[in-house]
């Protein structure tokens, strides 16, 4: 398939979509067409701009918070035997558990604010470039360390040339996963408790029956997290200009 003719498949989806509806009779609270979804987010801009931002905002920072944290730890864990033996299950052990059954317990200990949110984000987002990065810094070809071991290179002459440039797409890529959950892990702690926010915006239009409503904040939430993906992909493609 082409570029050319990939718009046009989403055209005739969403066709699809609005004549089914229509000819089905669908109620609107059970599956609204698209023109009305577009019509309720042009109705409700403002509110929906307002909660876009905000869940945009904890997204951000918690992405970042998570991303300070990864690098130091996927270091320590890659050339550290003692600590990868140690931090590793841990860090395995806090990844497993679901964040939806750990949300309530940040939003009892933080309250309601931004906080919680934040650090849900982060405990989402983290991993994903954490094991990425240790990879990354593990996949240097061994011929290519015993070269520069041969030279007499200094360990930090090795990490910064040469561990470095191999774990860069490898940072990329955990960070692309890490994004698209970082969005989820903002919704999460947005459904548990909060007072805005596109997931707070979802959950109230549902129990009210805005429908439209809903799917509208949700389609704001995907475009979120594909220009959130996008921007990463755009920064990579200038930064690790050798691997692409």
């Known amino acids: 398939m082409s570029r050319a003719t990939t718009p046009l498949v ?20 059970i599956l609204p ?12 801009a403002p509110d929906l701009a307002y909660n876009s931002w905000i869940t945009i ?12 944290l990864s690098l130091p730890l996927a270091i320590a864990i890659a050339f550290t035997v003692v600590l990868r033996r140690i931090l590793y ?25 931004t906080a919680p949110k934040i650090v849900i984000v982060v405990l989402v987002s983290f991993f994903p470039i954490l094991v990425n990065v240790v990879a990354g810094l593990e996949a240097v070809p061994r011929p290519m360390l015993d070269l520069m071991h041969s030279l007499k290179a200094p360990e930090p002459v090795i990490f910064r040339r040469l561990r470095v440039p191999f774990a ?10 890490a994004i698209t959950f970082a969005v989820i892990g903002a919704v999460i702690g947005e459904f548990v ?16 029956s805005l429908t439209p409503l809903a799917f509208a904040a949700i389609f704001l939430l995907t475009i979120i997290s594909i220009v959130f993906f ?15």
Do not use: D
């Open 10 to 29: 989403y055209v005739v989806l969403v066709l699809l979509w609005e004549t089914s509806v229509r000819y089905l009779h669908v109620p609107t609270w």
């Open 33 to 44: 067409p698209p023109s009305l979804i577009v019509t309720t987010a042009m109705n409700w």
């Open 57 to 68: 905002e904890e997204t951000v920072i918690g992405f970042i918070l998570g991303l300070i």
């Open 89 to 113: 299950p841990i860090l395995l052990a806090l990844q497993s558990v679901p964040k939806v059954a750990l949300a309530p317990l940040v939003i009892l200990w933080l309250g309601i604010g």
């Open 168 to 177: 860069m797409p490898y940072l990329f890529t955990g960070c692309k996963i």
């Open 193 to 208: 408790a909060a007072q805005e926010g596109l997931g707070y915006t979802i959950l109230i239009s549902t129990a009210q």
């Open 230 to 244: 996008y921007i990463i992909e755009f920064v990579e493609r200038r930064l690790v200009t050798w691997h692409l």
